[in-house]
């Protein structure tokens, strides 16, 4: 195993930390090899995806990241912000399937803003489209017309795009309640009325998994009313960054939720879901949960290792059952740990 690690900005060095210590302790046999993305990579090259970077990523088998971004970098020019880096490595490995469990631990269903009849038992899988969409359509950019300053960006998908994304989405149902919901905007935008007609004509070959369809305003409610109703939800890039986001919080913390993002061997980027946290970066207090559940991922889909996944899993969910809970998951009568005493005890369970 062939492992890119790419620790990136804020809590991100913190995370990765307890993350790698976790990989190790599995007794695995693995080659690792950490490289700079995001604003770190701007600091030290000017570059937030530099070249020695790309050619250890494509190189690697899997890369594990930890978080880019923060707000010394807001006022860089676009080319020189962190978060093109991310895109960049997502484009460039072509990584167009990202995979976000939303899955609620039942020692948590407290930490949910939402009552625990709402949520308990909830385990949702968004498939989002990684590499199209709004985010890399063109034409792009601000410019001045009339006088003033005009916006513009483009949202675009082809067929192609629509279709292998879909396919993600119904395989990876079959593997779970096998139904699937599909998010668009085809009463607005023509680009999504595409999605919905390629979903369709995709749904005839999976006769065995249940195809529904939503409007992604009406998801976006639904998900906050009725969550459990979904198993597997795909959706474009946009849509999806929005709906993962809002799933995230319906289990408690964003720090508990890892991501997957695929190309079509499974080779794979594997991250937490939660930002680079500048706040709180060098006091010790970040979760690493996530990112230790991200690894797991990483076994499970890029290593077909699903027996040492299974470990780390169970390893976080007797963590969690023993009551030990970080700042963002904490609650009365539980004891709050640090960062590293949140390693630590992962490493002892497992």
């Known amino acids: 195993m062939k492992i890119c690690v790419l620790p990136g900005d804020g809590i991100g ?3 990765m930390a307890e993350a790698v210590r976790v990989l190790k302790e599995l007794g695995l046999a693995f080659e ?13 090259t000017g570059d937030p995806y530099p070249e020695a970077t790309q050619k250890l990523a494509q190189a690697a088998d899997a890369v594990l990241l930890g978080a880019v971004g923060g707000p010394k970098w ?15 490595i997502r484009k460039q490995l072509g990584l167009f399937a990202n995979l976000r ?13 939402l009552k625990p009849e709402v949520v308990a038992g909830l385990d949702i899988l968004i498939v989002r489209e990684l590499t199209g969409d709004i985010y890399f359509g063109q034409p792009r950019g601000i410019e001045v017309r009339n006088g003033e300053r005009f916006g513009f960006n483009t949202m675009h998908y082809t067929e192609s795009e629509i279709r292998r994304i879909l396919r993600v989405a119904f395989e990876a149902a079959r ?35 249940e195809l529904s369809h939503m409007l992604v305003d009406n998801a976006a409610m639904q998900l906050v009313k009725n969550p459990r109703q979904f198993d597997v939800m795909v959706t474009g ?34 991250e937490p879901c939660h930002g680079s946290a500048p706040d709180i970066a060098g006091k010790g207090v970040a979760n690493p949960l996530a990112t230790i559940l991200s690894v797991a991922m990483m076994l499970r889909y ?36 640090g960062t590293r005493e949140m390693g630590d005890a992962v490493l002892a369970a497992l």
């Open 302 to 337: 890029t290593f077909a290792n699903d027996a040492a996944a299974r470990r780390i899993e169970d390893a976080v969910k007797k963590v969690l059952a023993q009551g030990l809970r970080t700042g963002d998951i904490y609650e009365p009568g539980m004891k709050q740990v």
């Open 237 to 270: 890039n946009l849509f999806g960054d929005i709906l993962s986001d809002e799933a995230s919080m319906l289990t408690g913390s964003i720090g508990m939720l890892p991501s997957a993002s695929l190309d079509a061997n499974n080779k794979g980027l594997y």
């Open 175 to 209: 593997k779970r309640s096998r139904k699937v919901c599909s998010v668009d905007k085809m009463n607005v935008l023509e680009c999504t009325q595409l999605w919905r007609d390629v979903a369709i004509e995709t749904g005839r070959e999976y006769p065995d998994v």
């Open 13 to 15: 060095p913190e995370i």
């Open 101 to 113: 469990p939303a899955i609620l631990y039942p020692e948590l269903a407290n930490a949910s803003t």
């Open 74 to 88: 807001d006022n860089n020019p676009r080319e020189q912000r962190p978060e093109r880096g991310l895109l960049g």
């Open 32 to 44: 690792m090899e950490e490289a700079l993305l995001g604003g770190c990579a701007v600091d030290a």
